[in-house]
């Protein structure tokens, strides 16, 4: 599957992927109004405003970027009909011809784990047949266990053709409070790193592993590091953006060929009609203030590349 | 919520946690068949299975036990009717008065740790209308992303009068890969411990917090030592039975008064229709064979406790 998305990625020149992470407060008000008149200020009239919402930001930009990134969170507290959205905007993309990191951070036990990767990544059986429930093309998977949580997802991706990225130092301010501690002289996080090596090397698609990392924007330092440590994995980059990544800080995450990593942009992408630069827009053409933000988001990582 | 908690374990004399994990071959055949027949062998048809399992297991073990454990991973990998399932099964044992421990695991960045806590354990807004939508009492918690991923669960547990278990030192062999590597010479799991105690200390309700941590039968010495890092914390302890936690191995994760541990079976309780020991039952009476293996639990548990 890594193939596929590096194939993507060479095609659009857009190591970007946009994070579908619907809050409601993103949503322009007349798109909750259309849905709340259709269905009331339910579940169902959330769900079916984040599904308008994503079409049309899937729309504007499906043809500049390789991929999305819905983060389950922000549908899974909508309850079932907010899943109902998540899997109809995973189905939406795919025929968008994009690819779908599912962002789930799952992760338990053996056999649990393997009902997550079933659940996100395989197929389940009933009876005499069988069922895909919400078809991801990659999902993000939560270290904390080791590798029996970690393999039962490795063992789907090998059969279905399938990634996953592992949480390796992640980008909120405390995630320093374990995965920065000292262990043999170094930190917790390098340790999960050698791991995903170690995993990845089980799983190689063409000159990259199925099994890549999750690294913030927000420690170039350490994700040059962990660029060292995980040469074969790609690293998904999130914090760019709201979170306080900049271009600048992109560059360690990618290899010199130009490749190795995807940064990620959630809400600068698809509340970008929401900020100063694209107030001009106005609410109306949210979709095309997202276009926009995608083209210079492209832009600045084209520039922080170049000048290194 | 922990106090609810409390009060249940010692009116039923039994700190045992009934983990809802069906799997389809858990499931008696006859009872798949009639779901099947019904819905024809489709997500719906595993969904409507998992819900009369469940609901015949919960009527024979509701007066015994405080509280029954769902794995949501057994419900999310059949798709979105896995999912209604699980709500299902959820307002299922709250009307027969037990309380839900959402085995869910999740955690995130702040704010989509927010967004899992409403999901789970607190309430959303949609226009002028409010939500619960999969309304478990409490909820698992990976600790991995650190103090932010974790408070905003602990924000909704006091707002809302919920708990939540952390993960501190998991049941699975794997576990120690990460967890009992050595930070200024004590393993990982106690650091994580420190700071259950201190974020518990955020959420008294009576003599314990509502924050508790996750500990597996399978590491009885682990457990000893656990308990005296968090005083004030109840510790929830899955891999008694099928994954080899004995009853004599539970003694070290209470306290001198009996309290501080609840105890989760699985597949030895509700599976126990297939074990030697309970097959005179039979398929047929596959929720008797479960009520058996709760009360022989009990007497395990009670055993372990006198004799130490």
Chains 1, 2 share one sequence.
């Not at 930009?61 to 907010?82: F, H, R, S």
Request: net charge negative; proline share 5%; aromatic share 10%.
């Amino acid at each position: 599957m890594i193939s596929k998305l590096i194939e993507k990625i060479e095609k659009t020149e857009a190591p970007i992927v946009v994070g579908l992470d619907p809050k409601l407060d993103f949503i322009p008000r007349y798109i909750q109004e259309k849905a709340f008149e259709e269905y009331g200020e339910t579940l169902e009239g959330a769900a079916a405003a984040i599904i308008d919402f994503n079409r049309k930001i899937v729309d504007a930009v499906a043809d500049l970027v390789p991929a999305v990134k819905p983060q389950i969170a922000m549908y899974e507290q909508y309850g079932v009909p907010g899943l109902i959205a998540f899997e109809r905007t995973v189905s939406y993309c795919q025929e968008k011809g994009l690819l779908v990191i599912g962002d789930v951070k799952r992760g338990d036990i053996g056999s649990t784990s393997a009902s997550y990767a079933l659940a996100h990544l395989g197929s389940v059986q009933v009876g005499s047949r069988t069922y895909t429930p919400f078809h991801e093309d990659f999902a993000t998977v939560n270290p904390y266990l080791g590798s029996d949580g970690v393999k039962p997802f490795i063992d789907v991706c090998r059969k279905e053709d399938k990634g996953i990225f592992v949480l390796v130092k992640t980008s909120n301010p405390s995630s320093g409070e374990f995965q920065d501690r000292e262990i043999d002289g170094r930190p917790l996080y390098e340790h999960v790193g050698d791991k995903v090596r170690e995993w990845g090397e089980e799983a190689m698609d063409g000159d990259y592993s199925d099994v890549g990392a999750v690294v913030g924007a927000t420690y170039p330092e350490m994700g040059r590091v962990l660029r060292e440590v995980m040469p074969k994995s790609y690293i998904l980059v999130p914090g760019y953006g709201a979170q306080g990544g900049k271009g600048e800080d992109l560059a360690p995450f990618f290899n010199r060929d130009g490749l190795g990593a995807i940064v990620n942009s959630s809400r600068g992408i698809i509340a970008a009609y929401r900020q100063e630069t694209y107030a001009s827009y106005g609410e109306e053409n949210f979709a095309e203030a997202s276009r926009a933000a995608v083209l210079a988001m492209k832009e600045d990582i084209r520039n922080a590349l170049a000048k290194r």
